[in-house]
T-cell receptor, first 112, second 114 residues
Framework: ELKVEQNPLFLSMQEGKNYTIYCNYS?????LYWYRQDPGKSLESLFV?????AVKQEGRLMASLDTKARLSTLHITAAVHDLSATYFC????????????FGKGTHLIIQP | DAGITQSPRHKVTETGTPVTLRCHQT?????MYWYRQDPGHGLRLIHY???????DKGEVSDGYSVSRSKTEDFLLTLESATSSQTSVYFC?????????????FGPGTRLLVL
């Protein structure tokens, strides 16, 4: 059974600081996804990571994937209030398109 | 934004009644999914479809059925709603056969079962 664990589940930080969210998963997977969700809203795709060593950056967010360690990280650089949201990682099982297994999410609050 | 709509967006129903949620896409994507989101659980896969009339169960399929008679529509039915099915339901779509293809999520349906 594929399990996905995120930590921390809750994070409060100040603007301007850097921090990292971690996502561990239990079995081999071809794809890892990061999503953002604002309160009461749907999920917005941030990154899709396809291979070992993949690194993607968008603004103050950077995601990386280490398939050997079964670990992905989402790094936040010089946080700003607008990045406050819940962040989910999700993993696709096996090689098929049979749905995603999500972590429980990291609720991020960035205070001025 | 991916062309995904869900209906209804909000619904209140009573225990024991049947409920059908609809997901409609305009992207002609092959794969469609139903997830539920509950506090403390993240999102969990209910059912998915890999083509017209081709569906399979996900992690939490008990009490739910699905149908896909057209590429653009994926229906989720609660045969006899229970209070434990109170949740936010999200539909997602994916082309999957393209590199960098992600799963796009619909706006969600908030269901309250009394």
């Amino acid at each position: 059974e594929l399990k996905v664990e995120q930590n921390p589940l809750f994070l409060s930080m100040q603007e301007g600081k850097n921090y990292t969210i971690y996502c561990n998963y239990s079995t081999t997977s071809d794809r890892l996804y990061w999503y953002r969700q604002d309160p009461g809203k749907s999920l917005e795709s941030l990154f899709v990571l396809l291979s070992n060593g993949a690194v993607k950056q968008e603004g103050r967010l950077m995601a990386s994937l280490d398939t050997k360690a079964r670990l992905s990280t989402l790094h936040i650089t010089a946080a700003v209030h607008d990045l406050s949201a819940t962040y989910f990682c999700a993993v696709e099982k096996g090689g098929g398109a049979d749905g995603l297994t999500f972590g429980k999410g990291t609720h991020l609050i960035i205070q001025p | 934004d991916a062309g995904i709509t869900q209906s209804p967006r909000h619904k209140v129903t009573e225990t024991g009644t049947p409920v059908t949620l609809r997901c409609h896409q305009t992207e002609n994507h092959r794969y469609m999914y139903w997830y539920r989101q509950d506090p403390g659980h993240g999102l969990r896969l209910i059912h998915y479809s890999y083509g017209v009339k081709d569906t399979d169960k996900g992690e939490v399929s008990d009490g739910y059925s699905v149908s896909r008679s057209k590429t653009e529509d994926f229906l989720l039915t609660l045969e006899s709603a229970t209070s434990s099915q109170t949740s936010v339901y999200f539909c997602a779509i994916s082309g999957r056969d393209r590199e960098q293809e992600t799963q796009y999520f619909g706006p969600g349906t908030r269901l309250l079962v009394l």
